[in-house]
Antibody
């Protein structure tokens, strides 16, 4: 079945680094945009970053630009988020999600304009002394 | 803060109809697709509505979405206890070159 499994979260000190991973299964990973979304404890959803199918395009929220880097390995069906210079406000549950692939009667396409149809269960990142 | 504004809460009794609004601007809802997500506490969000008013397979037709100008709405008809959850609207924002979520609405079934 279609599945996304995140890993790599944990406790890190301010200024530290962490690398999150997301392993995809049950679908053709290379056909889909992928994204990271986070949710601070008791708060709403915040989009973090987006990567195109072939990694040609990446987008980042202003709050993480210059500190976070999103990459993917289509051969390994994996997604990554390298997080540097972490701050207390980065504390959140980080979800990996699949970009929605819209299919008309003739073709299917994936783009940054569409949302997300499959979500992982999340991995918790805590930034604290 | 979020650029998409939702009421913090909504409620109804079983069987009633509840509507959630999502107010945005010309750079997001005004130009791009609106999506809606349902998040039951303690679980990952679930896609409820895509491209303004389309339901993925498996989503009951009690859920419907609409868009007008720079605002969108989610309606839940025939409210059921399992609809108690947080609901978020979302859209791509051309000015920010990023995806934006609404502030979220907690739906309570009385």
């Amino acid at each position: 079945q279609v599945q996304l499994v995140e890993s790599g979260g944990g406790l890190v000190k301010p200024g530290g680094s962490l690398r999150l991973s997301c392993e995809a299964s049950g679908f053709t990973f290379s056909d889909y945009f992928m994204t990271w979304i986070r949710q601070a404890p008791g708060k709403g959803l915040e989009w973090v970053s987006y990567i195109s199918t072939s990694s040609l395009s990446t987008y980042y929220a202003d709050s993480v630009k210059g500190r976070f880097t999103m990459t993917r390995d289509n051969a390994e069906n994996s997604l990554f988020l390298q997080m540097n210079s972490l701050r207390a406000e980065d504390t959140a549950l980080y979800y990996c999600a699949r970009g929605f692939r819209y299919c008309s009667s003739t073709s299917c396409s994936s783009s940054n304009l569409d949302g997300f149809d499959v979500w992982g269960q999340g991995t918790m990142v805590t930034v604290s002394t | 803060q979020s650029v998409l504004t939702q009421p913090p809460s909504a409620s109804g009794t079983p069987g009633q109809r509840v509507t959630i609004s999502c107010s945005g601007g010309t750079s997001n809802i005004g130009r791009n697709f609106v999506y809606w997500y349902q998040q039951v506490p303690g679980t990952a969000p679930k896609l409820l509505i895509y491209r303004h008013d389309q339901r993925p397979s498996g989503v009951p037709d009690r859920f419907s979405g609409s868009k007008s100008g720079t605002s969108a709405s989610l309606a839940i008809s025939g409210l059921r206890s399992e609809d108690e959850a947080d609901y978020y609207c979302a859209a791509w924002d051309d000015s920010l070159s990023g995806y934006v979520f609404g502030t979220g609405t907690k739906v309570t079934v009385l």
